[in-house]
């Protein structure tokens, strides 16, 4: 019996990050075994003195009780200062939708910089010699960049997307055919919720050709059939001089209710539409306020709605 043969298809990014793996991993056994490998030379001897002295997981913590509680010590402390400045950045500002839209990105931002700040401290806890670490900072950079390369495209994104004023927090979006309530921009991702109480995570890089409804009102419109033999010119007239008063019963009404005339016309019924404007965020309640008004207002001046008709032909 045949064993078959299962292809296993990899994606850039997978690839890309087995590859800095592997890297980091013959660096790392070769930092242990410098010595023997390449003599007591000085590249040697960094390579053992700093990563060497990390990679040997038993050694450091045989030898390093004290470096891993400060270590634990400098990652307790940033948790509380990231989470104590989240808090004065939270209630310390006017809550405006571009306020927590840029509070949103200082987070971000102080987050990210809490973790390199707190991994430096910890390499320092452990003695590496941070300072000739830094001197060989371009070997380091290359290695992180090939595994951070698509993290350096979300933060670059992100942060296009906040000054370029793209969209922003509580702003109505269509993104990737998928329609929500902006609630969150990061750095890395944008967060969509939509009316279902889904949330889309986004990669900031992955946002293209996002269609932003909050920049203008939402037009509204709903449509009923009548009966065929209404009477449109007195519909109309009694309908702009009571419009105002069925706006009171729209509570997301923006600006005047208007009557468009007729959209189509059968045998048996003719069909008129009315709009009006809202904000984005209301547009489905607006239009199930205005066919609640539209009712009432037909109801009480004797407009009927049309009941729809089945004609059956026989041939004899």
């Known amino acids: 019996m045949e064993k078959e043969k299962r292809k296993i298809n990899l994606t850039k990014k997978q690839i890309t990050s087995l590859i800095v793996a592997a890297v980091f991993i013959v660096i790392f056994v070769i930092s242990i075994f410098a010595v023997k490998i390449f003599g007591n030379t000085e590249f040697a001897l960094f390579l053992d003195e700093n990563i060497g002295q990390v990679a040997n997981i038993f050694k450091l913590i045989g030898n390093n009780i004290g470096a891993i509680f400060m270590s634990v010590t ?9 989470k104590l400045i989240n808090i004065v950045l939270k209630y310390s500002f006017r809550k405006s ?24 401290m910890i390499l320092k806890s452990f003695g590496v010699d941070t300072t000739t670490l830094l001197a060989s900072a371009g070997v380091i ?7 951070a390369q698509s993290l350096i495209e979300d933060v670059i994104a992100g942060l296009s997307i906040v000054f370029e004023n793209e969209y922003e927090v509580e702003d109505i979006v269509i993104i990737d055919n998928f329609r929500g309530e902006i609630i969150e921009i990061g750095l890395r991702t944008t967060k969509i919720l939509d009316l279902s109480g889904n949330i889309k995570i986004v990669n900031n890089s992955d946002v293209r050709n996002v269609i932003n409804m909050s920049r203008a009102l939402a037009y509204v419109i709903v449509e009923f059939n009548y009966e065929y033999d209404t009477d449109i010119a007195h519909l109309r007239k009694t309908f702009h ?13 923006q600006g005047e209710l208007q009557f468009n005339g007729v959209t189509d016309i059968n045998g048996y019924s003719v069909r008129l539409r009315y709009s009006m404007y809202s904000k984005e965020v209301d547009k489905f309640p607006a239009e199930r306020s205005l066919k609640g008004a539209v009712k ?21």
Do not use: C, Q, R
């Open 97 to 120: 939708t571009k306020t927590k839209t840029l509070i949103n990105l200082v987070s971000s931002t102080i987050k990210y910089a809490a973790l390199v700040i707190t991994l430096w």
């Open 241 to 253: 001089e009571e419009k105002e008063e069925l706006a009171k019963l729209i509570p997301e009404v």
């Open 141 to 147: 950079v290359l290695i992180v960049g090939l595994g």
């Open 296 to 316: 009432i207002f037909s109801d009480k001046h004797g407009f009927k709605f049309a009941k729809e008709k089945i004609i059956i032909e026989s041939n004899k």
């Open 74 to 82: 400098y990652i307790v402390l940033a948790v509380l200062i990231v």
